[in-house]
């Protein structure tokens, strides 16, 4: 069997590459997921969309996959419980606050509508807030967040329907390269011929990338989140805090989804969850949203971030194997950017350039500079 | 702060109960948490003898089998947490959540024993959701713990031991049964319970089924029909029944959440119940220090239950001591293989054998008694035809009348050269299966175990046959009150020739949608069209549709919602990926975690 | 009507028990100081403890906290399982109808 191009991973940016590539005419295309749709950190994460970033280029890729998210329904087919209620970011150190001013000017720059708030503006706005030693706080209306199972699935059926395969429960493992040149995939159903293969693998992704011989820089660490049981939905926006170590929003459904990150992870794949975590979040979040002491606490999960050395992903193609792309190390915030690399890497494929989003600044290339962290994450 | 203990025991049903009595006769410090008003698990709720040996409690009642055991185990020292659930087992510690606190408790312990029993499986049909709806083990909470029955006109679905026993003890309670459904061809429960609720009128009706719930803000009646041989509904044959409440009776399915919280490895073995964690001989599951007994090990009895506790609670005291406890070991291994090779116990035997646990069948007495004993002499009539895993009849007769042939699953003969008509048996017999009759000259007469409210001496009743139904008129000839174990022998004088058919009386004064995830409300149709478009995945059905998302966390739903994609598919249940199990087993409010920071003793 | 089971051949008489006082829907009503919410809501011949978001009557069905089909509003708080959380003198329950309300 043989396909132009070979994707390795089915969660949001696997599916979103495919659905692209089918949009520009490119139907030779598959799917390999080694579970099933959307199994990997998509199916754990916290559905955030948010624009608010510290870097100009970031602000513009985040704005970019936000018309789309706009219109998913439209184009895509599927509802999706897309909700722009905004993000209210919180600040609990002088330092990250003056930082927030100065992102909020270059965002402003960017044309995105973002407002300022004082500890006294948020309590007026939102009584359920406790304020308590908080600096300032920013608020972007257009951010948003949406479920991101639909979403997978949404890309995954409207590919499907313009004839590309997926194969879920079908794992690669092994990558063929002659010359310098990948020209197949071992799956645990077959070999399988391809010109282009597409690691979109997620928490695996320096596994895949061994396959070719080629070392990543990525590592996958743990996250951990949790929901509770429903309540009336009230509570439209997502809230973050960087300083303060948190997000929490409330699903359309009802319940919150809240999580917050360890620095004390070590890099690997864990799929368990420590009660510790529940502690750290329950006197943290009761002390700023008190209405949740009578709330409960329903299903406990974690999923895996792919970081990279600068918490920004990693796109486009490998500077030693011609035909292998990237778009993996998506440091936790991978669901938000889907659409916009979904259509960023399509692109390269089918044109050799991409037309819409410059992601040049994130390829492998950039670690040989030196580090630049993105600040704005959880 | 976290608490340390050398020996957990999750449960307090007989299984963990028997488990923590064997660690702690060795010295072993042990703790048991229940979530549960009253220690017991199952026994509580059960006002019915239990079967098995005397070892073992038979002709006890559970609820008395329960208070004896707490008795013993709180006597050894073991501590008891009630009303305490054991909210998840996590990567860094255990999680107990005290309800009636609203606080939690974080536990470290070096050996764990989860004894949790099961929960009852449900089946959808239409309009399901309807107060009056009840799973059969909320109907035995409600009218044997507190007391209160939430109907008076029952539909049983299910004809296995526990729609049988529950009907029974409706009838005790003063509710009307009107009648049992099975959609199977055969009462798959012992017939010795059948037996108890058919002579007291009580339809069984077999190849039938519930297809509707009527009523608009509660139950007013149901819809039942015919099965075909794929259990399916057969148009035409649909009757109506006036009843109130609808009580499922459909079977239990292992509580693993806690087990595979653990890592424990789990499998999918009908045999067993559904999902089970894979365990050795010992009761060990994958995971070193955890061990599990009971019907979470495989759906049985409280006898096999009890030991596989001793096994697993002498295997862990014996890990933590050091002593050489084998002799202990093999002698509750024997008694598991006694009581295991009967034919009700063919599927257990054939689960195990998938894990390379094996127990032998057979060697026990099958064929019944064909002497009837002398006519005119005052003797007993047994009518126990299966072989089940009793014998008290044996055990309590002083003059030895009876025996069951050696092993405990045989069949009962009298020897009616020494039966002298006393009526023992008949008190104990947890069946209620034992009779006596003598033919006089001018009447015969028949007595009858009972548990009811008792006539009065020579008061008049109508004879009621094998069946409920009515054979003719007799009298109260004499009543044998049984004030300790509550059943009494009630002589019944009757026309001559009935002394065959008569086995019960009774006075003259008396006589839309279908859904699957109930938190969601989401139906059948909808989850067989998700299916249809492509979800055919558990987890991915359960992300598309939010199916056990909800805050029952997937009791309710999972199996179900397994078996309808199993059927759409073709694909074998076992073969399926039964989705993950997520603490926490109950959710936690964050006041309650909040308390538990403050406060670390136990 | 009341459902308590009084005289039962096997368990026995009830035993006289403390009778307190609690609130559902404006009603007062009579419970045994050991009920559930649940069980004092049966014993007053109440079955129907809630709607849900579409509307539908709920009851309890498992009676052990395992399904959450008891829902109910206590003092105020939602989501509370009817079932398992014992009623209290004077405690004011509602019927919970879809999703419960935050309180702050
Ligand atoms: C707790 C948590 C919260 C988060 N919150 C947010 C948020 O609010 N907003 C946001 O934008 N992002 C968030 N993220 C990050 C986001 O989930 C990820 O960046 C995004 O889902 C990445 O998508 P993906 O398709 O690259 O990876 P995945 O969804 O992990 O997909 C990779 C897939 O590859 C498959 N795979 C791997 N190896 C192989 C192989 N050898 N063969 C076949 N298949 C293979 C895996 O099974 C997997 O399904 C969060 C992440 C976590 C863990
Ligand atoms: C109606 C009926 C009639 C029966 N009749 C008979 C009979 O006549 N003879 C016979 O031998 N057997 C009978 N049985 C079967 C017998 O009751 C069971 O096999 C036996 O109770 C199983 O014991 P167990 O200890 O494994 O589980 P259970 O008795 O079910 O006990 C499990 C315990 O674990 C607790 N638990 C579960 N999860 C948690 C958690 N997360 N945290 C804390 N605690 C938890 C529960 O509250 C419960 O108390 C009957 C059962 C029923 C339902
Ligand atoms: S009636 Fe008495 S003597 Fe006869 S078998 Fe029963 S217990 Fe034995
Ligand atoms: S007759 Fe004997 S074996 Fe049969 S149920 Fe009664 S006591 Fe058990
Ligand atoms: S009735 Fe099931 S949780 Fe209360």
Redesign the pocket.
């Given at each position: 069997m043989k396909y132009k191009v070979c994707i390795i991973g089915g969660g949001i940016i696997g599916t979103a590459i495919a659905y692209f590539l089918g949009k520009l005419g490119e139907n030779s295309v598959a799917i390999f997921e080694k579970r099933y749709l959307s199994s990997g950190a998509t199916g754990r994460c916290g559905g955030g969309i948010r624009q608010q970033w510290s870097t100009k280029s970031n602000v513009r890729l985040a704005m970019r996959s936000v018309e789309f998210f706009k219109k998913f329904k439209e184009e895509v087919g599927m509802d999706i419980e897309y909700r722009q209620g905004g993000y209210l970011l919180l600040s609990y150190s002088e330092e990250e606050a003056r930082q927030f001013e100065k992102n909020v000017e270059m965002q402003r720059e960017e044309g995105l509508d973002v407002e300022i708030l004082s500890p006294r503006m948020v309590s007026k706005r939102y009584p359920y807030i406790n304020t308590d030693g908080l600096i300032l706080a920013t608020f972007c209306p257009t951010d948003g967040h949406a479920n991101p199972h639909k979403a997978t699935f949404g890309y995954a059926n409207a590919a499907k329907k313009m004839g590309i395969d997926i194969y879920t429960h079908t794992e690669v493992n092994g990558i063929e390269v002659k010359n310098g040149k990948i020209c197949g995939i071992h799956t645990s159903k077959g070999y399988f011929e391809c010109d282009i293969v597409v690691n979109a693998a997620g928490a695996w992704s320096k596994e895949v990338g061994m396959m070719a011989g080629v070392q990543l820089p990525t590592e996958s660490y743990r996250h951990q989140i949790f929901v509770t049981e429903p309540l009336e939905y009230f509570f439209p926006f997502m809230a973050i805090s960087f300083s303060g170590n948190f997000y929490m929003r409330q699903a359309l459904h009802g319940q919150f989804i809240m999580g917050q990150g360890d620095k004390d992870e070590k890099p690997g794949i864990n799929e368990n969850v420590t009660f510790r975590f529940e502690k750290e979040m329950a006197r943290k979040m009761t002390k700023i949203f008190p209405f949740l002491e009578n709330v409960r606490i329903l299903r406990h999960w974690s999923g895996e971030y792919n970081m990279s050395p600068d918490a920004q992903p990693i796109l486009g193609k490998s500077d030693k194997i011609d035909n292998f792309y990237y778009a993996i190390g998506f440091s936790g915030h991978g669901f938000m950017l889907a659409p916009a690399v979904g259509e960023a890497i399509a692109e390269l494929i089918v044109f050799g350039k991409t037309i819409h989003s410059d992601i040049s600044y994130l390829n492998t290339e950039r670690f040989k500079k030196g580090i630049v962290q993105e600040k704005n994450v959880v | 702060m976290v608490k340390k203990v050398q020996a957990l025991v999750i449960g307090a049903g007989p299984a963990g109960l028997c488990g923590s009595i064997a660690i702690a006769e060795n010295g072993v410090e042990v703790l048991v948490v229940d979530e549960g008003l009253v220690p017991g698990g199952q026994l509580p709720k059960q006002t019915h003898k239990f079967f098995g040996h005397e070892g073992f409690f038979a002709s006890v009642r559970g609820f008395e089998i329960g208070e004896k055991l707490y008795n013993d185990a709180v006597n050894l020292g073991v501590k008891f947490l009630m009303k305490t659930t054991v909210s998840g087992i996590y990567e860094d510690v255990i999680v107990l959540y005290d309800r009636e606190n609203e606080r939690i408790y974080e536990i470290n312990a070096d050996y764990v024993l989860i004894a949790t029993g099961a929960s009852e499986r449900f089946i959808s049909f239409k309009k399901n959701y309807l107060p009056g709806v009840y799973?059969a083990g909320?109907v035995q909470t409600l009218m044997n713990q507190y007391r209160v029955l939430p109907g008076n006109d029952f539909l049983i679905v299910g004809a296995g031991n526990i729609g049988l026993i529950v009907a029974y003890q409706l009838l005790q309670a003063g509710a009307n049964v009107k009648a049992i459904v099975e959609a199977s061809n055969k009462v798959g429960g012992y017939l010795v319970h059948a037996n108890k609720v058919k002579r007291m009128g009580v339809p069984i009706l077999l190849r039938h089924t519930i297809v509707e719930a009527i009523g608009e803000e509660r139950v007013r009646g149901a819809v039942i029909s015919e099965v075909d041989d794929s259990f399916n509904p057969i148009k035409g044959t649909e009757k109506e029944l006036a009843v109130d409440t609808i009580c499922l009776a459909v079977g239990l399915q292992p509580s693993i959440e806690l087990a595979a919280q653990a890592g424990a490895e789990i499998k999918y073995i009908p045999e067993l119940g559904g999902y089970v964690p894979i365990r050795d001989e010992n009761m060990k599951t994958t995971v070193d220090n955890v061990y599990i007994a009971g019907d979470l090990a495989s759906i049985e009895e409280a006898s096999t239950a009890m030991i596989e506790g001793y096994i697993a609670g002498y295997n862990i005291a014996q890990k933590i001591t050091g002593l050489d406890l084998s002799e202990n070991i093999s002698k509750m291994k024997k008694e598991l293989e006694e009581f295991r090779r009967g034919p009700f116990s063919g599927k257990v035997r054939k689960g195990l054998k998938k894990f390379g646990v094996e127990f032998p069948e057979g060697g026990f007495r099958t064929e019944p008694q064909k002497d009837e004993g002398p006519a005119g002499k005052l003797r007993v009539k047994i009518e126990c035809p299966q072989n089940i895993p009793c014998n008290p009849c044996e055990t309590s007769c002083p003059t030895g009348a009876i025996d069951v042939g050696g092993n405990i699953n045989g069949l009962p003969y009298v020897d009616y050269d020494k039966c002298i008509g006393c009526g023992v048996c008949v008190m104990k017999c947890p069946g209620l299966a034992i009779f006596l009759v003598q033919e006089l000259s001018d009447y015969s007469i028949v007595g009858i175990p009972y548990e009811f409210e008792l006539p009065e001496k020579g008061e008049k009743v109508l004879l009621l046959d094998r069946n409920g139904e009515i054979v003719g008129e007799g009298e109260i000839e004499k009543i044998v009150r049984n004030s300790k174990g509550k059943t009494h022998i009630v002589y019944l004088k009757v026309p001559k020739g009935l002394e065959d058919n008569v086995r019960h009386f009774v006075r003259h004064e008396e006589k839309e949608e279908e859904i699957v995830c109930r938190c969601e409300e989401i139906t059948r149709s909808e989850i067989e069209k998700a299916i249809e478009e492509g979800y055919t995945d558990f987890e991915e059905l359960r992300r598309y549709l939010r199916i056990s998302m909800g805050?029952?966390g997937g009791r309710v739903c999972r199996l179900q919602t397994l078996s309808i994609i199993s059927l759409k598919t073709g694909i074998p249940i076992s073969e399926l990926e039964s989705g993950r199990f997520r603490p926490p087993s109950i959710p936690i409010p964050f006041k309650a975690i909040l308390k538990g920071d403050e406060k670390d003793e136990i | 009507m009341s459902r308590r089971v009084v005289a039962h051949p096997i368990l026995g008489d009830l035993i006289e028990e403390e009778v307190i006082e609690f609130e559902f829907e404006g009603l007062k009503l009579k419970a045994l100081k050991s009920d559930t919410i649940?069980s004092a809501l049966i014993s007053n011949g109440i079955d129907i403890f809630g709607f849900s978001e579409s509307g539908k009557p709920k009851?309890?069905?498992?009676?052990?906290?395992?399904?959450?089909?008891?829902?109910v509003v206590v003092d105020g708080v939602p989501n509370v399982?009817?079932?398992?959380t014992p009623v209290r003198d004077g405690m004011r329950v509602e019927r919970q109808k879809g999703k419960g309300k935050p309180v702050w």
């Amino acid at each position: 069997m043989k396909y132009k191009v070979c994707i390795i991973g089915g969660g949001i940016i696997g599916t979103a590459i495919a659905y692209f590539l089918g949009k520009l005419g490119e139907n030779s295309v598959a799917i390999f997921e080694k579970r099933y749709l959307s199994s990997g950190a998509t199916g754990r994460c916290g559905g955030g969309i948010r624009q608010q970033w510290s870097t100009k280029s970031n602000v513009r890729l985040a704005m970019r996959s936000v018309e789309f998210f706009k219109k998913f329904k439209e184009e895509v087919g599927m509802d999706i419980e897309y909700r722009q209620g905004g993000y209210l970011l919180l600040s609990y150190s002088e330092e990250e606050a003056r930082q927030f001013e100065k992102n909020v000017e270059m965002q402003r720059e960017e044309g995105l509508d973002v407002e300022i708030l004082s500890p006294r503006m948020v309590s007026k706005r939102y009584p359920y807030i406790n304020t308590d030693g908080l600096i300032l706080a920013t608020f972007c209306p257009t951010d948003g967040h949406a479920n991101p199972h639909k979403a997978t699935f949404g890309y995954a059926n409207a590919a499907k329907k313009m004839g590309i395969d997926i194969y879920t429960h079908t794992e690669v493992n092994g990558i063929e390269v002659k010359n310098g040149k990948i020209c197949g995939i071992h799956t645990s159903k077959g070999y399988f011929e391809c010109d282009i293969v597409v690691n979109a693998a997620g928490a695996w992704s320096k596994e895949v990338g061994m396959m070719a011989g080629v070392q990543l820089p990525t590592e996958s660490y743990r996250h951990q989140i949790f929901v509770t049981e429903p309540l009336e939905y009230f509570f439209p926006f997502m809230a973050i805090s960087f300083s303060g170590n948190f997000y929490m929003r409330q699903a359309l459904h009802g319940q919150f989804i809240m999580g917050q990150g360890d620095k004390d992870e070590k890099p690997g794949i864990n799929e368990n969850v420590t009660f510790r975590f529940e502690k750290e979040m329950a006197r943290k979040m009761t002390k700023i949203f008190p209405f949740l002491e009578n709330v409960r606490i329903l299903r406990h999960w974690s999923g895996e971030y792919n970081m990279s050395p600068d918490a920004q992903p990693i796109l486009g193609k490998s500077d030693k194997i011609d035909n292998f792309y990237y778009a993996i190390g998506f440091s936790g915030h991978g669901f938000m950017l889907a659409p916009a690399v979904g259509e960023a890497i399509a692109e390269l494929i089918v044109f050799g350039k991409t037309i819409h989003s410059d992601i040049s600044y994130l390829n492998t290339e950039r670690f040989k500079k030196g580090i630049v962290q993105e600040k704005n994450v959880v | 702060m976290v608490k340390k203990v050398q020996a957990l025991v999750i449960g307090a049903g007989p299984a963990g109960l028997c488990g923590s009595i064997a660690i702690a006769e060795n010295g072993v410090e042990v703790l048991v948490v229940d979530e549960g008003l009253v220690p017991g698990g199952q026994l509580p709720k059960q006002t019915h003898k239990f079967f098995g040996h005397e070892g073992f409690f038979a002709s006890v009642r559970g609820f008395e089998i329960g208070e004896k055991l707490y008795n013993d185990a709180v006597n050894l020292g073991v501590k008891f947490l009630m009303k305490t659930t054991v909210s998840g087992i996590y990567e860094d510690v255990i999680v107990l959540y005290d309800r009636e606190n609203e606080r939690i408790y974080e536990i470290n312990a070096d050996y764990v024993l989860i004894a949790t029993g099961a929960s009852e499986r449900f089946i959808s049909f239409k309009k399901n959701y309807l107060p009056g709806v009840y799973g059969a083990g909320a109907v035995q909470t409600l009218m044997n713990q507190y007391r209160v029955l939430p109907g008076n006109d029952f539909l049983i679905v299910g004809a296995g031991n526990i729609g049988l026993i529950v009907a029974y003890q409706l009838l005790q309670a003063g509710a009307n049964v009107k009648a049992i459904v099975e959609a199977s061809n055969k009462v798959g429960g012992y017939l010795v319970h059948a037996n108890k609720v058919k002579r007291m009128g009580v339809p069984i009706l077999l190849r039938h089924t519930i297809v509707e719930a009527i009523g608009e803000e509660r139950v007013r009646g149901a819809v039942i029909s015919e099965v075909d041989d794929s259990f399916n509904p057969i148009k035409g044959t649909e009757k109506e029944l006036a009843v109130d409440t609808i009580c499922l009776a459909v079977g239990l399915q292992p509580s693993i959440e806690l087990a595979a919280q653990a890592g424990a490895e789990i499998k999918y073995i009908p045999e067993l119940g559904g999902y089970v964690p894979i365990r050795d001989e010992n009761m060990k599951t994958t995971v070193d220090n955890v061990y599990i007994a009971g019907d979470l090990a495989s759906i049985e009895e409280a006898s096999t239950a009890m030991i596989e506790g001793y096994i697993a609670g002498y295997n862990i005291a014996q890990k933590i001591t050091g002593l050489d406890l084998s002799e202990n070991i093999s002698k509750m291994k024997k008694e598991l293989e006694e009581f295991r090779r009967g034919p009700f116990s063919g599927k257990v035997r054939k689960g195990l054998k998938k894990f390379g646990v094996e127990f032998p069948e057979g060697g026990f007495r099958t064929e019944p008694q064909k002497d009837e004993g002398p006519a005119g002499k005052l003797r007993v009539k047994i009518e126990c035809p299966q072989n089940i895993p009793c014998n008290p009849c044996e055990t309590s007769c002083p003059t030895g009348a009876i025996d069951v042939g050696g092993n405990i699953n045989g069949l009962p003969y009298v020897d009616y050269d020494k039966c002298i008509g006393c009526g023992v048996c008949v008190m104990k017999c947890p069946g209620l299966a034992i009779f006596l009759v003598q033919e006089l000259s001018d009447y015969s007469i028949v007595g009858i175990p009972y548990e009811f409210e008792l006539p009065e001496k020579g008061e008049k009743v109508l004879l009621l046959d094998r069946n409920g139904e009515i054979v003719g008129e007799g009298e109260i000839e004499k009543i044998v009150r049984n004030s300790k174990g509550k059943t009494h022998i009630v002589y019944l004088k009757v026309p001559k020739g009935l002394e065959d058919n008569v086995r019960h009386f009774v006075r003259h004064e008396e006589k839309e949608e279908e859904i699957v995830c109930r938190c969601e409300e989401i139906t059948r149709s909808e989850i067989e069209k998700a299916i249809e478009e492509g979800y055919t995945d558990f987890e991915e059905l359960r992300r598309y549709l939010r199916i056990s998302m909800g805050p029952c966390g997937g009791r309710v739903c999972r199996l179900q919602t397994l078996s309808i994609i199993s059927l759409k598919t073709g694909i074998p249940i076992s073969e399926l990926e039964s989705g993950r199990f997520r603490p926490p087993s109950i959710p936690i409010p964050f006041k309650a975690i909040l308390k538990g920071d403050e406060k670390d003793e136990i | 009507m009341s459902r308590r089971v009084v005289a039962h051949p096997i368990l026995g008489d009830l035993i006289e028990e403390e009778v307190i006082e609690f609130e559902f829907e404006g009603l007062k009503l009579k419970a045994l100081k050991s009920d559930t919410i649940a069980s004092a809501l049966i014993s007053n011949g109440i079955d129907i403890f809630g709607f849900s978001e579409s509307g539908k009557p709920k009851g309890f069905f498992c009676a052990i906290g395992k399904c959450s089909s008891c829902l109910v509003v206590v003092d105020g708080v939602p989501n509370v399982r009817a079932c398992i959380t014992p009623v209290r003198d004077g405690m004011r329950v509602e019927r919970q109808k879809g999703k419960g309300k935050p309180v702050w």
